[in-house]
């Protein structure tokens, strides 16, 4: 275990040694036990927002090259701030490899096959086009298992013309790279794997194993910042600050701006007077550019004031606000007085240095430029977009301002927000300000995650992915139509072409409750009936599919009830709809939030359409607000 070993070398914390050990020796044991039989293996690692997928990635990747893989790929986004990050984490975690960034093509020699090669590659069409032909016609290549490890594999990977019949650049390449070995392990990386998880099983990119690594002592994630009652570190701002900010160019930084700035400057000071010179705070308002410069020049110009005006009242009442408030579970902060003499001399250094940071903004990143940016020294206002959302690291982030919205939320989109998840941040000091509207969109997504998590923990095999009504889990044009399968709680599902078997078995099992309007029963016994009714082909009402359902609602809400309605002996013609008399409609209804199965017996006559003796007809519907997402085929 010489490369896996060096590597630990890198990790200081016994705790996250142990783990990437375990994570490593389970993902390599599946992949040894599949990838003979598999001329390309997809497989999934798991992890939760910012909790150390890239650490234990890493790990994978050094116990197979001890196992004698010797050629492995890293793809990051198209993003130049996280390949470059990346690399820079390979070059120094992964020292007994031969690390390469996408323009080391000369260095890609027979030669050089003394140690393992990693390399680098940013989800670019060129550049991976320009890899796919070097692969292809590097002949010591020939007979080897290629090693993929796709970051962030939700993002741009997918194939975004699926339903138009047609592939797209960046996945065709993938493929093409896919392809130049006899053997290829493709590994997805990702903390929102709903867009891995809808692919169909035909794609090529559904994974055939997962592997979720639980985050590590010290981890803060959805379980603390977006519990329900709410966390002490959220502070509500006004729906409307965006808007204000955006089209009244003249007024003051709104309030919840305001509090925001000042907490972080408390911070700071405290950070300071404990001789720690790192701390960051993330603005987060929209996607559009020229709303990341309207807030970018609007903190600049509330810090200037702030700066102007130490020696008012005002000032004063400010930081004593902001400091009350950390002081309630941060009891050993220091006194208000050093506090405040403390902000004033950060603000008279003018240390907070406000950055914006989206697809316009030219900043220095060149590691080896001393004035290139770091956001691991000193105090950072980070104002942006969609590029603080994925992949990027924020050392020390301590206080958030977030207020982007909007009408359909992306699940996977706005969980990747969550930067503020993570190890280094001083838990009683932490802070997110934001509109309640939107803190109630988290503290859902946390509770689909979680649900999300304990499906694939428990083993289950057909994953459903739980969301309110009127929030996506990813974006639909990397979903294939043809496969993907939505079952929409509050309506009634029913079987157009029952199956005329298991009558007597279904007899047994319910027939005793004809007699009661409905019956509250166990979820096991309703799961026990779904096993012996349903559609001929599916296609209607997949009792399979319905019972997945079943069981990832009750992670979600063990105390979810189970209701049936059982009616035996009618007299129904085929065809005619639901088959629910307006009377069963109606009582079904009154259970909203309940899963209610109504069984039909009817006759069977043939002159009515049937087959000629008597069969059993479901029909089910699942509480209100609820949808489930999964794929079939």
């Avoid at 375990?22 to 598999?38: C, F, H, L, Q």
């Avoid at 990346?86 to 080391?104: A, G, I, M, P, Q």
């Avoid at 950070?271 to 929209?286: T, W, Y």
Wanted: aromatic content about 8%; overall charge neutral.
């Amino acid at each position: 275990m010489e490369h896996l070993q060096q590597y630990l070398t890198t990790i200081s914390r016994d705790s996250h040694k142990e783990s990437i050990m375990r994570t490593s020796s389970e993902v390599v044991s599946i992949i040894n036990g599949k990838i003979i039989a598999e001329d390309q293996l997809t497989g999934l690692l798991l992890g939760n927002v910012q909790s150390g997928k890239t650490a234990q990635m890493f790990g994978v990747i050094s116990l197979l090259a001890d196992q004698g893989y010797n050629i492995f790929i890293l793809l990051t986004t198209d993003n130049v701030d996280l390949q470059r990050q990346t690399y820079n984490r390979v070059h120094e975690s992964l020292t007994s490899f031969n690390v390469l960034s996408e323009k080391d093509t000369e260095l890609f020699r027979p030669t050089n096959m003394t140690k393992p090669f990693v390399i680098v590659l940013k989800k670019n069409a060129s550049v991976l086009r320009k890899w796919a032909n070097i692969l292809a016609t590097a002949q010591f290549a020939a007979g080897q298992c290629l090693c993929i490890f796709d970051d962030e594999a939700d993002a741009a990977s997918l194939n975004t013309l699926v339903n138009k019949s047609r592939i797209s650049t960046i996945n065709k390449n993938l493929q093409k790279i896919k392809d130049t070995a006899s053997n290829t392990l493709y590994v997805e990386v990702t903390a929102t794997p709903q867009a891995v998880l809808l692919q169909s099983s035909i794609s090529g990119w559904k994974p055939s194993f997962i592997n979720y690594f639980k985050p590590g002592e010290g981890y803060l994630g959805g379980n603390f910042f977006y519990s329900n009652p709410k966390s002490y570190c959220i502070k509500f701002t006004a729906n409307s600050e965006l808007d204000d900010i955006k089209e009244n160019g003249d007024i003051p930084c709104p309030k919840g701006l305001r509090d925001s700035i000042m907490s972080f400057l408390v911070v700071c000071a405290y950070k300071k007077i404990q001789g720690e010179h790192n701390c960051n705070f993330m603005i987060h308002p929209s996607t559009r550019i020229a709303d990341h410069q309207r807030f970018t020049e609007c903190v600049q110009e509330h810090l200037n004031l702030l700066q102007r005006s130490t020696n008012d009242e005002g000032f004063t009442e400010q930081i004593k606000e902001a400091w009350a408030d950390l002081q309630q579970t941060k009891p050993d902060l220091p006194h208000l007085e050093i506090i405040k003499e403390e902000v004033i001399n950060i603000l008279d250094d003018t240390l907070i240095c406000v950055i914006t940071l989206n697809s316009k903004s030219f900043i220095k990143r060149d590691p080896n430029d001393p004035d290139a940016l770091n956001l691991g020294k000193g105090f950072n206002i980070v104002v942006g977009g969609n590029t603080l959302g994925r992949g990027i690291t924020f050392p020390h982030l301590q206080t958030v301002y977030y207020c982007r919205s909007s009408k359909v939320p992306q699940a996977d989109t706005f969980w990747q927000h969550s930067r503020i998840f993570g190890y280094d941040r001083e838990k009683e000091l932490v802070r997110i300000f934001i509109p309640k509207h939107l803190h109630s969109l988290f503290v859902v997504l946390n509770e689909a995650n979680e649900i999300l998590i304990k499906q694939i923990e428990h083993g289950i095999d057909n994953v459903q992915l739980i969301y309110p009504n009127k929030i996506n889990p990813t974006r639909k044009n990397v979903l294939d139509n043809k496969f993907l399968n939505m079952i929409v709680g509050g309506v009634n599902m029913f079987a157009t072409n029952p199956l005329p078997i298991n009558t007597k078995t279904v007899n047994r099992l319910v027939e005793h409750y004809a007699s009661e309007e409905s019956v509250e029963v166990p979820a096991e016994e309703l799961l026990e009936v779904l096993k012996y009714v349903g559609d001929i082909d599916n296609t209607d009402f997949d009792s399979s599919n319905f019972s997945y359902c079943i069981s990832a609602l009750r992670e979600k809400r063990p105390t979810v009830k189970c209701r049936l309605i059982v009616r035996i002996d009618r007299n129904i013609s085929r065809g005619t709809g639901t088959l629910l008399s307006p009377t069963d409609r109606k009582l079904g209804d009154k259970f909203n939030n309940d899963i209610v199965l109504t069984l039909y017996r009817v006759l069977g006559d043939v002159e009515k359409g049937w087959y000629g003796h008597p069969l059993w007809i479901p029909n089910i519907k699942f509480p209100d607000n609820t949808c489930f997402y999964n794929t079939t085929d």
